[in-house]
Every structure is written in C-alpha cells, then in structure tokens.
C-alpha cells in the first residue's frame, strides 16, 4: 500500500498563490536547523537509514526542502486547469491534486438583505497528496479519486453556508500575524522570541476545522488506507485505497473514472463462495452510512462462512447477481472476504505471513476471545496441510468442542493467519517421451490441433525438463503447456448430436493424448471415459476440485473416483488460488 507523503491545501485569490495548510509540518518547523538557516551535514543519515553521500534520498526529505512559497506556486495551476486531474512529478515527489472554484457566498442580515460586499466572488483552491514517483497509475489514479471528492464537498460547503471562505479567513489570519510579528521583533532588532519554534500550522491545526478534517484524512490513509469522514459535519466522504490483484494489473486503467470499476470486476467471486466478515455485525452495521441499502443490511445480518451465496441469495431473498454486487462492494471495502464454505474436507494451512510470535497482540486476543485457549498451540496444528475434519473430536461426542473449532478457523482467517489450499488437476501422460514433449510444446508444433494460437506455448532450450517436482514453478509451466486448456465449450459439446459422443468421447483432444488416455484401464468403461471427458477441459491446472463440482454439478466422491481411475495420466497439485 502506497502512502502519501504530506496532504497540502493552497489557495489562489486577491492575495496571491497562498499555502494555508500542510501536514505533516514538523520538518518545516522555524526552529529546525534548516528553518535557522544551518547546512545539513553530508554525513548526516537519513530517515531511511542510509548516508546522504550516497546521492539517495527519500522523497520526505526532498519534500522538506521544498519551501511554502514554492509549494504554493506550483501547486496553483492556471485558471483553465480547474475541474480537472492535477498531477506534478518533481524529484522523487508526485503531486496529486484536482484544482477547483469556490464562489464565496456574502452573508445575508435578518432581512434577506447582503452584508457588506454586494458581489459573490470566486477563489480558486487545490487540495493536493503528495506520493513518492514509485506509485502505480492505479494508486494515483485513486487519490485523483479522493482529491477530487473532497474539493466537490468543500466547494458544496462553500455555496451553502461560506464553510470554505471561514477556515481559510482563520488560517490566513493566524500566517499573517505570525509574519507581522516576526517582522516586528527584526525591526526592533530583537531576537525571534522561542515562541516562534511553534509551527503557524499547529496554531491553524487548532483553530481550523478544515485543518483538523484533512490531518484525519492523511493520518487515516498512513494507519488502514481508509478515509471516512464528514465535511463541516454535512456532506461524508467514503474512500479506500485498492488492494492491486494480479487481475487489475493485467487491466493497468490510467482513467480516475474507472479504477474502482476495474476493483469491483477484478473480484473472483463465484456461487459456491460464501462470505466471512471482517468486523462483528454490530461494528458493521454502524459503520455503514444511514442510506445504506436494506438488502446489504439483509445480507450481512444473514450471512454465514458455512453458507455459500447461492443458498444466502435463497435465504435473503435477493437475486443472486445483486448478490454478487453486494459482496463485491463489501470485500472492496475491506469488510468481507471470500472463502469457501467451511467443511470437514477443506484444507488449511499456516499462512507464510501469519505473526507467530508469542509476544504478539493476537495472543491475548484469541485467549481474550476463547477462553483456556492457547494461540500459538493452534497455529502449531495447522503447520502442516490437514482436512479440517482431522482436527476434530473423532468420536463425535462433543458438539460444542467442534463449534468452537470452526469459531477459532473462522477467527484465524479473519486474522489472516491461515490460507486455505485447492487441489489442481492436470492431464499430463509421464510416459510420453521427452523429445515429443519438446516438439509439442514449440510455436510451430500441431500437437493441440486447432487450439495452438490460443496456447501460443514457448519452450526454452537452455533449460532441461527434467526435474518433475511439482513443487517447482517451471515443472507448473510446463504442466499447463502440456494440459488440455479447453476440448470446446461444454455447452457446445451438449448441444451436439448426442451420438458423436457415443461413438468418441475424446473426439476433441489431440490424437496423442487421446491414445495415452484410451491405454488406461478404465476406459474401457463407457460411463467413466464420458465422465473423463467431460472433465476433461478441467484438468488444466486452473481449477480447482471445488469449482469443478460447482460447474458440473458432481459431488467430490464422484470426481475423486475419476481422478483415481485415471491417475495414470493426472497429476493432482495442491496450493492456494493465485487470487
């Protein structure tokens, strides 16, 4: 997760280019020695640990450097840039902002009539994010979000009661005095008084509601990437930064306009899911804002991590595709994840980033939360990969001894301290010789028939294959080169005329694989080899036995059968869903 380096508000008027507020503010203090005009050793060592000779330097640092006159130069763009992305790379700092108007509204008396100056006014402001260079299109992208939602509110604020016109009268007010009074004591030849190590920014911090609403919006985005918050008390601002999938970084959309699309659309959530919340019903139902749709309300308070969405679309009384839409938007919004519905044959196993100290804070949370229990001992039993079935009471004698295991799977998953792993299936005859397999697998070779162009498959000839651990990532390749991607669409294939399948249920695979399978011992049973090939587009490596279940509506005895009889051509692989 990208975090920002400093939020910044300017402002461009009758007075010029002003920079009313940034934060943090501390490396910019008057009593820092580069405020009192001392030079910075170059041996001094940089937050990031590292020498200033090394010529490298974090983009906090460089931030600092930048003085509050400069920021607000080029923080103001031209009048024809307002209402659009405002985006500024210098050094090692991006600048993210959405310039706008604000019409400053004249207050009105008892009468109805205009106090003062009868003209409305417009000023131009920016609220800007600063972020080091190394930010994705998607993170920016995202921030161009926030940016441009805050100044809609602020400028809202500002045409229904002059909220903007106030917190910028008392932030100017307060840089104002603090010039005029320094500039007093240098004219009287006295010394800046000590007071004036206190940052005029602390004084707006506590004078300004504006200024306290945008240090919640940075110092939110450092601790979760959430932003939640009400300006002047009135108009609520909603916004998460995106957890980049390997979906949405095939995507790569530079458009501010559809990164949040292209979140919601990278999610894999399918029928048989089930959904785990993040938070307890109560904490959820409280955060969710009042206009919040009855039907997620329905959905949270009857979902279940025992219960797939099919059956919560049944039991909620909403259609399965606004099931869909309603779980993407909670799993977007951090509140919910995805898992497969809890069951004696899942498998889990400790997660590679799980914190297993035993001085760790979910220690006295999980003793707090489960009485006589002991965290990292359970963490233990989940070292190595068991069906969840295996750590239950054997002989089934207490009910509530298994409840309470499902409770702690289910809190450990919220924890992230397990992950649950699939088994993969790929059709791959070991018998075939070596040199085949190195033809079959070349640009120009015909061993998948038609479907070659959509492989495009590449052998590197620098590199044997003989390593057959399927532990190995290129041992995965080469199984998904050699696996049958796709016989067809199966919906084609059951439209057919029902007697090609009765005459050569392997019509559609390459005749060398059909033959490899056709030796196998069970195909001499009509009803196993149409079982197999149905199947068959399966057994790629890209789904797992649950999915496969799901789509051909089989249960897990039928397809373990058939993986057993013609285990002479399968290979079974067992890791967590690359999503």
Known sequence: MTKPLSIVLVTCGSRGDRLLFRYPYEFVSQGSDRGRGLRRSRYVVNSIGQNSRTGVRSPDVELSE???????????????????????????????GYPSFARRVAKQDSDGRLQGNNVKSLFQFNVVFALPTDATSYVIAAYHDLVKRLAIGMAHEERRCGFLSEETAIMLAVHEGEAARILEEQKRGETIASSSDKSPFSVVLERSKLSDMLKHAYESLLSDGQVSLLINNWIHVGFILPLITPVMQQLQSDDSDSYAADCLTSFDIRPYHAILLMEDEDTLFSSLPEDASPCLRRLIQLSSPLKSLQTLSGDADISLRQVFELTAHLVYWRKAITVYPLCESNVYVLSPDADTSRMSGLVEEFVWKFEGMYLPVWLSKFSLPNPLGEHQNPLGENEKQNEKLVQMVVWML??????????????????MNLTNVEEALSPQSSFFGSRKQSFAPSFDSDRSMTDYSLASPRRLRYLRRFSVASMSDHSSGT???????????????????????????????????????????????????????YRENITRSQLLTVIDKFGEVLITCTHAEST
């Open 66 to 96: 930048y003085p509050d006159d400069v920021l607000a130069g080029l923080l103001t763009p031209k009048v024809a840039m307002c209402g659009q992305k405002f985006q500024l790379t210098v050094d090692n700092v991006t600048f993210v």
């Open 414 to 431: 919220q924890h992230r301290l397990l992950i649950q792993l699939h088994t993969y299936v790929y059709l791959a005859p070991i018998g």
């Open 495 to 549: 439209d057919g005329d029902p007697g090609e399948m009765d005459e050569d249920p392997l019509v559609n695979l390459d005749p060398m694989l059909r033959d490899a399978v056709m030796e196998v011992e069970a195909s001499k049973d009509s009803n196993d080899l149409k079982l197999f090939a149905r199947l068959c587009q399966y057994f790629d490596g890209k789904h797992h036995l649950e999915e496969i279940m």
